[in-house]
């Protein structure tokens, strides 16, 4: 038996990128969009992660994100325990 469950009821591709668009951070939402995808049997790639980082660059502002990058990645990593909090 596998660690994780599949979705009981499945989402679409499109289901599962609406719903990272809503997380707070880039980082959180390839997390999510990874889960969904991975719960309902299906991969992601680049395209999917390259839509994700539009979305957030637009939400953020071009201008910003040219000068700063996104300003909540270091954050979102820790949280995620990614990187280590110090």
Excluded: H, W
């Excluded at 599962?16 to 668009?21: G, H, I, L, P, S």
């Excluded at 201008?63 to 990187?83: H, P, R, T």
Aim: net charge negative; proline share 2%.
């Amino acid at each position: 038996m596998s660690k994780f469950r599949m979705n009981v009821v499945g989402t679409t591709r499109e289901m599962n990128m609406a719903a990272a668009q809503c997380c707070e951070t880039f980082n959180k939402a390839v997390m999510k969009f990874r889960a969904l995808q991975y719960a309902n049997d299906m991969g992601t790639g680049g395209p999917d992660f390259d839509e994700l980082e539009k979305f957030f660059i637009e939400k953020q502002g071009l201008y910003d994100y040219l000068e700063k990058g996104f300003n909540v990645a270091c954050a979102s990593d820790q949280e995620a325990e990614v990187i280590p909090k110090k």
